[in-house]
């Protein structure tokens, strides 16, 4: 049975059974976890999907900070790469492909801005806009 999704960027359980044995277990000591971890994912996959800043997340998600301190947490061990890759491969599985890419793209406009030419191009029209101006 599926689980209701209130925003289409919440996981299946499909995709939730495929990523929650990767969750580190809580931590020894303290408070039992009261958080539900299904929640924070859905909340970070939330703000991912959105691009809402941190404090627009809505209230139906565990508190920002909350979500935040997982998150960071998770980023910094390495949970979420592991995440994304796992579901990356039933993604691409569920589409017929292959599971890794095999082909990628280099956007040329990003190469041609760090030529040197292109500096010294820009110094020429600003010297030129020098010499040209009003004193």
């Known amino acids: 049975m599926e689980t209701s999704k209130n925003y289409p960027s919440d996981m299946s359980d ?14 020894h000591g303290g408070r039992k976890r009261t ?29 920002r900070s909350t979500v935040g301190e997982y998150f ?28 890794e890419p095999t082909a990628a793209i280099v956007d040329s406009q990003s190469v041609k801005t760090t030529e040197k030419k292109g500096f010294v191009d820009m110094m020429q029209v600003k010297k030129r806009k020098e010499e040209n101006a009003i004193l």
């Open 72 to 99: 960071y947490q998770w980023r910094d061990d390495g949970t979420i790469k592991k995440m994304h890759d796992a579901l990356r491969v039933l993604v691409r599985t569920q589409a017929g492909k292959e599971t």
């Open 14 to 27: 499909t995709e939730w059974n495929i990523i929650t044995h990767m969750l580190p277990p809580a931590k």
């Open 35 to 63: 958080t539900d971890m299904r929640a924070v994912v859905n909340a970070i996959f939330y703000i991912e999907r959105s691009g809402c800043q941190w404090r627009m997340l809505p209230k139906n998600f565990p508190p």
